[in-house]
């Protein structure tokens, strides 16, 4: 075990009877009469351990877990194998009285933390340029686990609206590369900001919704078993997901982690029976980008369109620009980010924008959210004025309004 993974506690604590999960013990540990305050964090708790189990094919690879309340915390939690350490108000909760916000909020930090038990415990990075992975996957393992615990809650549509904070800051000059080489210790706490958290998760969740779920998962799985009780570099990663599903995936990520920004996808009609994807890098200053106009990334888009019933196709687009074909003819509609999982910006061109308008029903409330926060962000850029941003709200307004 890694030596920044191993915690001692000690203090006027109390625990609470363990709660036999798989045979393992789960306990909350907290300050003295504050015992009450723990049944949500134990439910949490054993869901979380027992999807874990099953997700990644591994038992729990602790003997006992348990979570630990501290009153003055500076942290929002801490991973320590067995003995994860949380600030109170992350771990004790009144179900009867807090808000959705406040479960919610408990239930993405416990699942986080017990999410590092295996992707950050039983496999460490081998140094802290690979902290990011830790971070970005353990969020992305959060959503997923908050999500099969209470789907009512539609974590991912949330967590696609908090990812807009990550767009913000990385159309910036000052934008940095996710990952990036770490001499100090100052090196390693610049890692830990929205960049890692935001743009990091939605890099893993746009590729495996790109890859597949199950072919990502089992890429997952490869990359566990092979490195348990190991040290890694993130390509190890990527190798392994690359051997499970035959997809490019090294030179998929690291286009994306190496260097700082994102795209903006152009879609237009080709004339023909299909449609255009073109790239460049989006910025709200295009003077002050930061950097080459020569940059490029291997965006994994998945698009839909009126054809095919609205089956989505998963296109490649690993250069300037390619061509998508679509049978029966030019579409009347297309969504280049279908899921609205892609972290890229999409500028439709010439009728293409105002035929997804008024097919607005055809999309998810994150695809409609999605349409309308890029159009903004083209505002910002200077791509479209803000009468154009006004027009299409009243136009999306209005389509919904059909429904």
């Given at each position: 075990?890694?030596?920044?993974?191993?915690?001692?506690?000690?203090?006027?604590?109390a625990a609470t009877a363990p709660v036999n999960v798989d045979g393992k013990?789960?306990?909350?540990?907290?300050?003295?009469?504050?015992?009450?305050?723990?049944?949500?964090?134990?439910?949490?708790?054993?869901?979380?351990?027992?999807?874990?189990?099953?997700?990644?094919?591994?038992?729990?690879?602790?003997?006992?877990?348990?979570?630990?309340?501290?009153?003055?915390?500076?942290?929002?939690?801490?991973?320590?194998?067995?003995?994860?350490?949380?600030?109170?108000?992350?771990?004790?909760?009144?179900?009867?009285?807090?808000?959705?916000?406040?479960?919610?909020?408990?239930?993405?930090?416990?699942?986080?933390?017990?999410?590092?038990?295996?992707?950050?415990?039983?496999?460490?990075?081998?140094?802290?340029?690979?902290?990011?992975?830790?971070?970005?996957?353990?969020?992305?393992?959060?959503?997923?686990?908050?999500?099969?615990?209470?789907?009512?809650?539609?974590?991912?549509?949330?967590?696609?609206?908090?990812?807009?904070?990550?767009?913000?800051?990385?159309?910036?000059?000052?934008?940095?590369?996710?990952?990036?080489?770490?001499?100090?210790?100052?090196?390693?706490?610049?890692?830990?900001?929205?960049?890692?958290?935001?743009?990091?998760?939605?890099?893993?969740?746009?590729?495996?919704?790109?890859?597949?779920?199950?072919?990502?998962?089992?890429?997952?799985?490869?990359?566990?078993?092979?490195?348990?009780?190991?040290?890694?570099?993130?390509?190890?990663?990527?190798?392994?997901?690359?051997?499970?599903?035959?997809?490019?995936?090294?030179?998929?990520?690291?286009?994306?982690?190496?260097?700082?920004?994102?795209?903006?996808?152009?879609?237009?009609?080709?004339?023909?029976?299909?449609?255009?994807?073109?790239?460049?890098?989006?910025?709200?200053?295009?003077?002050?980008?930061?950097?080459?106009?020569?940059?490029?990334?291997?965006?994994?888009?998945?698009?839909r369109h009126d054809g095919h019933g609205g089956d989505a196709?998963?296109?490649?687009?690993?250069?300037?620009?390619?061509?998508?074909?679509?049978?029966?003819?030019?579409?009347?509609?297309?969504?280049?980010?279908?899921?609205?999982?892609?972290?890229?910006?999409?500028?439709?061109?010439?009728?293409?924008?105002?035929?997804?308008?008024?097919?607005?029903?055809?999309?998810?409330?994150?695809?409609?959210?999605?349409?309308?926060?890029?159009?903004?962000?083209?505002?910002?850029?200077?791509?479209?004025?803000?009468?154009?941003?006004?027009?299409?709200?009243?136009?999306?307004?209005?389509?919904?309004?059909?429904?």
């Amino acid at each position: 075990m890694s030596t920044y993974l191993v915690a001692f506690v000690v203090g006027p604590m109390a625990a609470t009877a363990p709660v036999n999960v798989d045979g393992k013990p789960l306990r909350v540990v907290c300050p003295p009469g504050k015992e009450h305050l723990a049944d949500f964090a134990l439910e949490v708790g054993a869901f979380a351990l027992r999807y874990f189990t099953d997700w990644f094919g591994i038992v729990y690879p602790g003997d006992k877990l348990d979570l630990v309340a501290i009153p003055d915390f500076a942290f929002g939690a801490m991973e320590n194998l067995g003995c994860v350490t949380f600030r109170e108000r992350y771990l004790l909760v009144d179900p009867a009285t807090a808000t959705q916000s406040e479960l919610q909020a408990v239930v993405d930090v416990i699942a986080h933390e017990l999410a590092h038990m295996w992707f950050g415990d039983l496999v460490t990075m081998k140094w802290w340029n690979g902290i990011w992975l830790n971070e970005a996957f353990a969020t992305f393992m959060e959503m997923t686990c908050t999500d099969a615990f209470r789907p009512e809650w539609q974590r991912w549509v949330d967590f696609g609206l908090s990812r807009s904070a990550a767009f913000d800051t990385d159309a910036l000059a000052s934008t940095r590369p996710v990952e990036y080489p770490v001499v100090s210790p100052a090196d390693a706490d610049g890692m830990f900001d929205v960049l890692t958290y935001e743009k990091g998760a939605s890099v893993v969740r746009m590729l495996e919704q790109y890859l597949g779920a199950d072919r990502f998962k089992a890429g997952i799985r490869r990359y566990m078993a092979r490195h348990q009780y190991g040290n890694t570099e993130t390509s190890d990663l990527w190798d392994a997901l690359e051997a499970e599903t035959g997809e490019p995936v090294r030179r998929i990520a690291e286009s994306w982690i190496f260097q700082g920004g994102f795209p903006e996808v152009t879609v237009g009609l080709d004339g023909g029976a299909g449609v255009t994807l073109a790239q460049r890098r989006f910025a709200f200053d295009d003077g002050e980008a930061g950097g080459s106009e020569d940059e490029r990334w291997s965006v994994p888009v998945v698009v839909r369109h009126d054809g095919h019933g609205g089956d989505a196709q998963r296109v490649l687009l690993d250069g300037d620009s390619t061509a998508v074909a679509i049978d029966g003819g030019a579409p009347g509609w297309v969504n280049a980010n279908a899921g609205a999982h892609g972290f890229y910006r999409v500028r439709y061109t010439g009728a293409l924008l105002g035929g997804l308008l008024d097919h607005l029903s055809a999309l998810s409330p994150l695809e409609r959210y999605t349409v309308v926060d890029d159009a903004w962000a083209a505002v910002l850029s200077g791509s479209i004025t803000a009468a154009d941003f006004v027009a299409l709200v009243g136009r999306t307004d209005a389509a919904l309004k059909r429904r």
